[in-house]
């Protein structure tokens, strides 16, 4: 089964066929950085990052392109807030992205370009629509006609006449048409600008991204991705500013992921519930909060709760435990021979049903129950007396792959253990087996001071970080 995708464009699934075979452009539109992401900005950071990983997955190379808006209004009123000079700003908090969205197990992007490294790129670009007839100059800005373009609405699926103005678009009573929009804005006094044959000032929202993505994809891509919030107007303006400039069809296939709310309700400022990822993460584990975004179709709504998050970290705990068991067990079996089909064939079933899930529009949802369908093979297979190498090697190598496709890889924390943990734990278990279970409640104390907590299994004791 080849991946089936919904596009906004066409509001139905279709094929995913790119354009060059085995290749994908990829563009995701980035945050605007004056200040940390919310969650609702990392939705689509870790939902993308596990497209592109699936994309990969299944044999893609991915061309992955995510921008930084460095320079815009609200940057410019914050660094004036704290004192700070614009790019100090943006820097600083650039830095705090890569670190939030790393600690999500999300990778970087091929390319994080920059506005304020494109604004060459952006006036030519502007200029080209000028000559074209599809912008005009008023008064040091420069507005791009939108009854000019004939497909206006057609992301949207609604007609020009029945758009209503975005929430960036301002109707600064110069425009000719009430939608028309920003492509270039004069400086205000003070302000961080730059030289343009129509005047010193910016570029407007919107341009950003249809410039980025040219200048690192081309003319055309496959996927622009972003959250719902961004589909009116700001990729309504991109398909008209980049189709009139190039004449090409901009992007093939259009991605939106759904929003959140906190506790049933939107996430604002004004309700006090805005939540920083930032801040959450040093309360609840970050790979908690991925697993929960994952466990939710991603065009769907996501309903940010204590119990919803809590329940996450205990499915994600489920597994870990029945993988750790699984390589428990490796460690300690000899290989019996032969492989034992009828194991293999309900391994290779979970994941069958986990790619059938991935394939029919990344439907982590339902990619995360093949996984505990996994758990539970592993589980009752555990209860074998004599399980096999090769048979435990395949769970391993299934766990491996599709935690790999959800960003939240097991392999590789083993290097997390402390020599200095693991002989405490090894002389408890010798002082267990020599009844002195002062001194064993003593080491598990102490374990527990440091943050360790212990758990006792058939498979013998093992531990973890609370």
């Known amino acids: 089964m080849s991946i089936q995708l919904f596009n906004t464009l066409t509001r139905k699934k279709e094929p995913f066929v790119p354009m060059e075979e085995g290749k994908v452009k990829m563009y995701v539109c980035g945050p605007t950085v004056y200040n940390y992401i919310h969650i609702g900005n990392a939705r689509p950071v870790i939902v993308f990052d596990t497209v592109r990983r699936y994309l990969e997955y299944s044999g893609y190379e991915v061309n992955f392109v995510s921008n930084f808006t460095d320079v815009d209004d609200k940057i410019i009123n914050t660094a004036k807030e704290l004192g700070e000079e614009v790019g100090e ?5 650039i830095n705090a992205y890569f670190e939030d969205v790393g600690a999500l197990g999300c990778g970087k992007a091929d390319a994080h370009p920059r506005v304020t490294e494109h604004i060459d790129d952006i006036i030519a670009f502007i200029q080209v629509l000028i000559d074209k007839g599809f912008a005009y100059v008023a008064q040091g800005d420069v507005y791009y006609r939108t009854r000019r373009f004939d497909g206006y609405g057609k992301l949207s699926h609604q007609s020009i006449d029945e758009l209503k103005v975005g929430a960036r678009i301002e109707d600064s009573g110069i425009k000719e048409n009430a939608l028309d929009f920003a492509l270039w804005k004069s400086a205000k006094e003070g302000e961080i600008a730059w030289e343009t044959p129509w005047g010193a000032g910016r570029p407007g929202w919107h341009i950003e991204c249809s410039v980025m993505a040219r200048e690192h994809l081309g003319d055309t891509i496959d996927i622009h991705a972003g959250g719902q919030d961004l589909t009116f107007p700001h990729h309504e303006n991109e398909i008209a500013q980049s189709e009139a400039m190039t004449g090409k069809q901009f992007a093939r296939y259009w991605m939106h992921n759904g929003y959140i709310n906190i506790d049933n309700e939107k996430m604002s400022k004004s309700l006090g519930n805005f939540v920083l990822v930032h801040d959450i993460r040093k309360q609840i584990d970050p790979k908690v909060l991925r697993f929960f975004m994952l466990s939710v179709h991603y065009r769907h709504p996501v309903n940010f709760s204590q119990d919803l998050v809590e329940g996450a970290a205990n499915g994600l705990d489920r597994i870990k435990t029945a993988y750790n068991n699984v390589k428990y067990r490796l460690e300690n079996s000899a290989d019996l021979g032969d492989q034992q089909d009828i194991w293999t064939y309900k391994v290779d079933e979970s994941v069958r049903q986990f790619e059938m899930a991935m394939d029919d529009d990344f439907n982590t949802a339902n990619a995360i129950a093949a996984i505990f369908e996994l758990v539970k093979t592993a589980n009752v297979y555990l209860l074998e007396k004599n399980t096999q190498t090769t048979v435990l090697s395949h769970f391993i190598t299934a766990f491996d792959r599709m935690m790999g496709v959800l960003g939240l890889p097991f392999t590789g924390e083993d290097d997390l253990l402390d020599a200095d943990i693991d002989a405490l734990i090894e002389e408890r278990l010798e002082a267990r087996r020599n009844k ?27 531990w973890k970080r609370g």
């Not at 064993?440 to 440091?450: M, N, P, V």
């Open 89 to 93: 700003l943006t820097d600083r908090f």
């Open 436 to 462: 002195d279970f002062k001194r064993s409640d003593e080491i598990r104390d102490l374990l527990k001071e440091q943050g360790i907590i212990l758990e006792d299994t058939a498979q013998g004791t093992r």
